[in-house]
């Protein structure tokens, strides 16, 4: 499986690529500072990065009540709240004060003030355009995918600017609260693509079944966020090869009741979609 890195990422492309000899790509935004755009690209490259997946629906942060409701912060602040939390849970403090601090590692030579939403409210670029994926194709000779795509127009543009895949995904529905689901927008998207560029879907696959619907639909493939950071918080490196043995048996036993042997055969026609009497 690819491994995608974010670039807020908590352990830097550089500590990663000497773990993981395998395919892995590079989540970017574009910044205000073009320069710095450019040397994460060099150093992604440089890792041994195949891949950048520049992620479009992030203008701003989306408006997350319940990290400030919970005192959620990067790093993590000690409040009353957390610390009483904390207590209640003595393997994740010792956990905490044991292991690295948690904050963005590919940025460790820039001074980070207000945690890391604040971060991105003052370095994410609010005026980005399609003229700055045009930027980046060029910057980029590697293959490029573009992420948080929800309307066949914005996928037949990733295609006119070259893009190798159109990254279905409304973020999690973690942006923009009322966002369509991922998965209600991929067949438009996959017509209006026409085969020009890959597609990978993301957002709440959390079954293998999910994934059987989605490349029913369409795609070519998922990427899971949650669905392994549940294992991961739930079991560490056990709990991930443990998210992802579910996902792949659940996968292979949904196949196999829907008389499906190839992922080739996962067609539209599985899928029956309740209409509204
Ligand atoms: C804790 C968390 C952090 C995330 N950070 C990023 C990020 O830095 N860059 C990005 O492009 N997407 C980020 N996402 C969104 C994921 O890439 C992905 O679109 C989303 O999680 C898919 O939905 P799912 O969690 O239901 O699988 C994040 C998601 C979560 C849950």
Known sequence: MPYACSTLASTSVEDIAA???????????????RALVKEMLGRAKAAGFGAILLTVDVPVGGNRERDGANDFTIPPKVTWRTATQALAAPGYLWDLMTTPEIRPANFVHMKIDGGLIGFINTQFDRTVTWDDARWLREAWDGKLAIKGIVTPEDAQRCVAIGADAVWVSNHGGRQLDTAPASIDTLPGIVDAVAGNAEIVLDGGVRRGSDIVKALALGANAVALGRAYLYGLGAGGERGVRRALEIMD???????????????????RDLIFKRTLP
């Open 19 to 33: 773990v993981n000899p395998g395919t892995k790509w590079f989540q970017v935004y574009v910044w205000r500072d």
């Open 249 to 267: 048996s659940e996968l292979r036993r949904t196949m196999a009741l829907c008389g499906r042997s190839r992922l080739s055969a996962l067609t």
